[in-house]
């Protein structure tokens, strides 16, 4: 009569759930780590950087971080050009001066500060876009000459690496 | 066979051990399997769970509990987990430190009033090539045969410059620049002169139309 009521009761279901939270979850996190890398991977290191710089071949692998770094890319009108005095295009670091001559000093002053700062930076960067006119690269690199201390230390201008 | 003698009068609760229990004139291989059924209904009855078939318990042998029950569950082994996760950690902790940047080395910044800049002429000696850059972003190439020759591709111009040192000995590549010209194009023309293997290479810029 026990036994009957045991199986009208019927505790074996119980039983089964409890094998079923045994579920091995070990291969998913396998793959989903799998996937994860594998995205890592293959997205841009750095999706920020806002330069389409040019393709080189033989460019020379430096740090960024122990760079004072120039930002020059193409201007909203033809032939017009942007300068950020930094690495990222924020607006606050927009060179706000357009006469040559005061974009020069400009960028003199914010090299010679930044030196100040970071007195033991390597160089300038100058992370020009492809597109820039040579002149603006040029005005850039006259407006680090007029830092004293970059006189004696030297120009990165940065480069793709051609694959 | 239901069990005999004094076994079977006694209540419940407190029934002696069973090697204290006399039982008279039956083998005692014949109680042990009653014994084992009641001793294995007691114990079901404190796990909480099913009492087993009667009918087959016998044959099987004790079921062990300590081996089953929720535990394995909780048991997961997180260390490959956590290898992964560190190794993605340092992964990120590493290139996040060290951004490096793919750069030409210029020399540094002079400031000079191009007024008074004294341009050398070549000499026999400082035998070089010289690039133009123009306002159209086309390169010409000037080596000691032949003058401004146009080079339709990038190509074509570095090509021209390896021939130039090849032939001639050209160990400075200058490269003129008009300011209107892109400066990929102009890194172009430096970044063959490094793959070249020129010596010097110097770049000057222009306003004036070719």
């Known amino acids: ?163 | 066979m239901p069990p005999s003698g004094e076994l079977a009068q006694l209540p419940q609760g407190d029934r002696p051990p069973l090697e204290s229990i006399p039982i008279p004139g039956t083998p005692i291989t014949r109680e042990i399997p009653a014994l084992r059924d009641d001793d294995r209904a007691r114990r079901m009855a404190w796990k909480g769970l099913e009492e087993d078939d009667p009918d087959d318990g016998d044959e099987e042998p004790p079921v062990d509990f300590s081996q089953k029950g929720p535990l394995p569950a909780d048991d997961m082994d997180m260390t490959p987990m956590v290898d992964v996760v560190f190794l993605l950690l340092i992964f990120f902790m590493v290139t996040a430190s060290f951004t490096l940047q793919q750069t030409i080395e210029t020399p540094p910044a002079m400031t000079e009033d191009p007024a008074f800049t004294q341009i050398e002429d070549p000499t026999e000696e400082d035998e070089y090539v010289e690039v133009i850059v123009d306002q159209n972003n086309s390169y010409f190439v000037t080596t000691r045969s032949q003058g401004d020759v146009e080079a339709p591709t990038e190509r074509e111009m570095r090509e021209r410059i390896k021939q130039a040192k090849t032939d001639f000995g050209a160990r400075v590549l200058k490269i003129r620049a008009h300011t209107e010209s892109t400066h990929g194009r102009v890194t172009a023309v430096w970044d063959s002169g490094i793959a070249i293997g020129m010596d010097q290479i110097i770049l000057r810029t222009t306003e004036e139309d070719f």
């Open chain 1, 1 to 163: 009569m026990t036994d009957v009521v045991a199986d009208l009761v019927d505790v074996r279901p119980k039983k089964v759930k409890t094998e079923e939270a045994d579920l091995d979850i070990t291969p998913m996190i396998d793959i989903v780590f799998l996937l994860l890398a594998f995205f890592v991977m293959c997205s841009k290191m750095d999706p920020s950087d806002p330069v389409a710089m040019p393709k080189a071949q033989y460019g020379s692998t430096i740090p960024e971080k122990n760079c004072i770094v120039l930002v020059a890319v193409p201007g909203p009108t033809p032939g017009s050009s942007l300068i950020y005095k930094g690495r990222s295009k924020d607006e606050n670091q927009l060179v706000r001066a357009s006469d040559p001559i005061a974009i020069e000093e400009e960028i003199g002053q914010y090299v010679e500060s930044e030196y100040t700062r970071k007195p033991d930076a390597i160089g300038v960067m100058i992370k020009g876009d492809r597109e820039v006119k040579t002149g603006v690269i040029e005005m850039i690199k006259r407006g680090v000459g007029n830092s004293a201390m970059a006189q004696t230390r030297q120009i990165f201008i940065g480069v793709e690496q051609l694959r």
